[in-house]
């Protein structure tokens, strides 16, 4: 493959994400949209939006082969040198997600089909970088030699626009969700009821249930989005879109990065409480969030478990766990977050550390594999996009993904929401379903301040 040549354009502004998609992706066939700008706790603050010129996408579906091997050739056939002022940043490489099918790869089972695909992945030669901390933005264009500067062109004449519009509320944001879930609530109940059996006979100790919201179909994917994170911004809020397909994501929750140095580090959230207006009010609910037994319990089993993930492609000694079941407050919650970390052993790379670790442990429970297989015995249908990974590969080895959560996946057939949580022994079945809803109604952009109190 013929070496590739990195154009890059640098603004002395930090763009608007919203002008930038307006005006440049709005009709391209595939863009992206992954939103940096909207967390308020960050080492550095990056948004990436762009597009595939010759839409070169890969969509692919368990059964057809393994993705992550492709990506990891994919990746070692184009690795090059990006230009220093990307450091850091985002050079180029892949974006997309990989659906929580894609378990059949890493040790499930193909209990059901998704009728999107178990794999998307966008090469990202086309982009824009917003450094919003640095006030800085690059237009980039990757290319083998000659190519590119008619797109940085256009970038930087799109750049000079200003859009800014009012969000209204989507259709369904109004509709109850109730009504509208795959297993109403004396099922989900039952299934309930069913994992405690199993936890009881010692099968597992924790299982994430979920379930699906299934809605009518939305005019405006794109605009869908807007009002989702202007409902409830997010750390890891993302837009995707190839062809008829969306993906609009609120999603607080790290799955894995990988940086330069090939340190890996994973970043479970499990317990959230709502922030409180009152200075005195707010400090007491996040005392009692550090203290719950069962957010603890919940927040630990996770831990040992991605701890065993991350060990399978780390260097020994080097899986450390540098900050445990710590409180983080953001604007709207505060949260329970572990950070697990490991250094990678040589030859392996970001695509292996995430073969390792998927699916997420925090949407699976514990042990995993058995866990796994509870979870397809109780719940109907695929997950699909719902509980698996999104976010970016990049040509110099680093890689930025969340946890598939607070999401809408909308085609022209409808639009489905997953929603669930950890069970444990002395898990409420009553209130396990109350956050269940709750958590769907999050991702419609519905739930305001209730928010915060949803966990897992």
């Not at 948004?47 to 059964?63: C, F, Q, W, Y």
């Not at 969030?289 to 069962?294: G, M, S």
């Amino acid at each position: 493959m013929s070496a590739l040549r990195w154009s890059v354009r640098t603004l002395d502004r930090a763009l608007d994400g919203e002008t930038v998609y307006r005006e440049l992706l709005a009709a391209e066939p595939v863009a992206y949209w992954l939103d940096g700008s909207l967390t308020d706790r960050a080492p550095r603050r990056v948004s990436v939006l762009g597009t595939s010129v010759g839409a070169e996408v890969i969509t692919r579906d368990v059964a057809v082969g393994d993705v992550f091997a492709e990506l990891n050739q994919l990746l070692a056939d184009r690795a090059g040198e990006p230009p220093a002022e990307l450091a850091g940043l985002f050079c180029g490489g892949y974006v997309g997600y990989f659906g929580y099918e894609l378990k059949a790869l890493t040790g499930g089972r193909a209990a059901h089909e998704s009728p999107t695909p178990d794999a998307l992945w966008i090469w990202a030669n086309r982009f824009v970088v917003i450094d919003h901390d640095h006030d800085r933005t690059y237009l980039v264009a990757v290319d083998e030699p000659g190519a590119g500067e008619s797109w940085l062109d256009r970038a930087e004449t799109a750049a000079a626009d200003w859009w800014m519009g009012s969000v209204d509320a989507p259709a369904i944001a109004a509709l109850d969700l109730e009504a509208h879930l795959e297993q109403d609530r004396a099922t989900y109940l039952a299934g309930i009821a069913r994992v405690l059996e199993e936890l009881e006979a010692g099968q597992t100790y924790e299982v994430n249930l979920t379930n699906r919201v299934r809605l009518p179909a939305v005019q405006d994917p794109f605009e869908f989005f807007r009002w989702q994170r202007s409902a409830n911004p997010a750390p890891y809020a993302a837009f995707l879109r190839y062809g008829d397909l969306a993906v609009a994501s609120s999603s607080p929750e790290r799955f894995l990065t990988v940086d330069a140095d090939g340190w890996a580090e994973c970043r479970p959230i499990k317990g959230t409480a709502p922030r409180d207006l009152d200075p005195a009010e707010d400090q007491l609910a996040a005392k009692a969030l550090a203290e719950d037994d069962k957010t603890r319990a919940e927040n630990l089993m996770i831990v040992d478990l991605i701890r065993n993930d991350l060990g399978r492609v780390s260097v020994p000694g080097t899986v450390t766990v540098p900050q445990l079941m710590q409180v983080e407050s953001y604007r709207t919650m505060h949260q329970l977050v572990t950070t697990v970390r490991g250094r990678l052993r040589d030859g392996l790379t970001a695509v292996d550390a995430v073969r390792a670790c998927f699916p997420p442990g925090s949407m699976t429970g514990a042990p995993k594999i058995r866990t796994m297989e509870i979870i397809d015995e109780l719940e109907w249908s695929a997950r699909g996009v719902y509980s698996g990974a999104l976010g970016y590969l990049s040509l110099d080895g680093r890689a930025d993904l969340s946890v598939v959560i607070r999401t809408a996946v909308l085609t022209p057939d409808g639009t489905v929401i997953g929603a669930g949580g950890a069970i444990v022994l002395d898990s409420d079945p009553v209130a396990e379903y109350e956050e269940m809803v709750l958590k769907a109604t999050a991702a419609v952009g519905r739930a305001g301040r209730g928010y915060g109190s949803f966990r897992g």
